[in-house]
């Protein structure tokens, strides 16, 4: 089973500020890596996809990188409504989630 | 648009079990890989379950295997997920989700379904 390893855990920052998002998988997932968001009662929402596409929606501020076993998923300056749960998920081999990167206001 | 809607998920026993559906339209269901992707209260996603589009082949995470069984009726679009031998481990929202494409992301989700195992 491939393994995704999500960090931080946990981002605290400020609207405005970059923030970088880390995914590592286990093994090489070549580029079957996708990013969903989560707000808070809210259903997962497809990012990006196939590690660098982003997914209808959502603004350049986001990008996506990466490819083998680690990927980036990046806000370049975040917005209020960016203040979510972020999963990274592979299907290279099965499917596996990461266990989430809370970005939060600081 | 694209609608999915889980339907099914209620409090049962342990050692119970249960029948989720999920009712699709606004794209061509018989077309589509579908999955199930469940949600414990607090945590993160955990992937559960996925079936190919004709439904010749289905896929299980270990810790449903031997227990849950993936099915679809592409004359109803409509998918299912038969759950047995429930256990407080199951306990989640379950979602079905739609993929993109073959080994593609999941671009369509539904709004999730309670399911909650305790006596």
């Known amino acids: 089973e491939i393994v995704l390893t999500q960090s931080p855990a946990t981002l605290s920052l400020s ?27 809210q259903t997962p929402r497809l990012l990006m996809y196939n590690a660098s596409n982003r997914a ?27 203040f979510a749960i972020y999963y990274c998920q592979q299907r290279y081999d099965s499917w596996t989630f990461g266990q989430g990167t809370k970005v939060e206001i600081k | 648009e694209v609608q999915l809607l889980e339907s099914g998920g209620v409090l049962v026993q342990p050692g119970g079990s249960l029948r989720l559906s999920c009712a699709a339209s606004g794209f061509t269901f018989g077309n589509c890989g579908m999955t199930w992707v469940r949600q414990a209260p607090g945590k ?23 227990r849950f069984t993936i099915s679809r009726d592409n004359s109803k679009n409509t998918l299912y997920l038969q759950m047995n031998s429930l256990s407080a481990e199951d306990t ?28």
């Open chain 1, 56 to 82: 209808t929606g959502f603004p350049a501020r986001f990008s996506g990188s990466g490819s083998g076993t680690d990927f980036t998923l990046t806000i370049s300056s975040l917005e209020p409504e960016d």
């Open chain 2, 92 to 119: 989640a929202l379950y979602y079905c989700a739609k993929e993109l494409s073959f080994r593609g992301p999941l671009d369509s989700w539904g709004q999730g379904t309670l399911v909650t195992v305790s006596s």
């Open chain 1, 15 to 41: 609207p405005g500020e970059r923030a970088t998002l880390s995914c590592r998988a286990s093994q090489s997932v070549s580029n079957f890596l996708a990013w969903y968001q989560q707000k808070p009662g």
């Open chain 2, 44 to 66: 993160g996603l955990e992937w559960v379950s996925a079936i190919s589009a004709g439904g010749e082949r289905t896929y299980y995470a270990d810790s449903v295997k031997g």
